[in-house]
């Protein structure tokens, strides 16, 4: 009871992170996911209209996340907690990329495309550390196992222990998101206001709200360059002299 609190870095990150392991991302300028429109293979209209469809197209993806590998930016975090730090990382990612790179504490805010889930219990998870999912591949209450992904038009049931996390923030970085897609787009909200922000994207100084420092960088740089400074000096801190737009 009488250690006291280490500082709590909690890291949001997103689609930027994981293409620079290139990872096909969705691009919501086109509507296009991987050359597929989204409403045929990520809606849950789409997994009643086409199943198999539905399947074939997450198998796709899932080749694409075993073929990647963690980049400079997930070693520079999971290097940072070996460090002693306390990391907490919130992301909109669904590979294993955080995990591959030794983090710990990592919340997959829409799912995890390694997993499968029962179409009607969505507790019930199982992983997929091979191969895909079948049409009559079923859960254990005998209903057809589908991704373990949030659709489009589903609610996101880990945003309220996101949220949770972020109201924990001593600093709160931000990396390789538009900060656009709801509802995580609004998890700033919940940081202490005493937790400084900063955000680290090749277009930061475009996309970062009033207050949020920028470091404008692909995450494979910024993040390692942040950590660098920690490390060095045994705490959190905004070094001024990387960061611009507060």
């Known amino acids: 009871m009488g250690e ?36 045929e293979v990520a809606t849950p209209e789409a997994w009643r209209r086409d199943p198999e469809r539905v399947l074939r197209f997450y198998d796709q993806r899932r080749d694409q996340v075993r073929r990647a590998r963690p980049n400079a930016a997930h070693k520079a975090l999971a290097l940072l907690e070996q460090r002693g730090f306390a990391v907490s990382i919130v992301t909109q990612n669904i590979d294993d990329l955080h995990e591959r790179a030794g983090s710990r504490h990592v919340l997959h805010l829409h799912g995890e495309i390694l997993k499968a889930r029962s179409s009607v219990d969505p507790r019930m998870h199982y992983p997929l550390p091979s191969g895909g999912i079948r049409l009559g591949d079923r859960c254990d209450k005998g209903s057809q196992l589908r991704p373990d992904v949030v659709w489009f038009g589903e609610s996101v049931p880990h945003f309220p222990d996101a949220c949770e996390v972020v109201a924990q923030a001593d600093l709160l970085l ?73």
């Open 4 to 39: 006291q609190r280490r500082p709590h870095l909690v890291v949001f990150t997103g689609a930027g992170i994981s293409a620079e392991s290139g990872i096909q991302t969705f691009r919501a300028s086109d509507g296009l996911w991987a050359d597929h429109p989204v409403e």
């Open 174 to 246: 931000v990396v390789g998101t538009s900060l656009a897609v709801m509802p995580a787009a609004s998890l700033l909200g919940h940081a202490p206001l005493k937790a400084p922000c900063v955000l680290v994207d090749p277009e930061a100084q475009t996309l970062a709200p009033p207050g949020v420092a920028c470091l404008r960088a692909p995450a494979g740089k910024g993040v390692p360059a942040l950590v660098q400074h920690w490390t060095r000096e045994g705490r959190l801190w905004l070094p001024e002299t990387l960061l611009g737009g507060a």
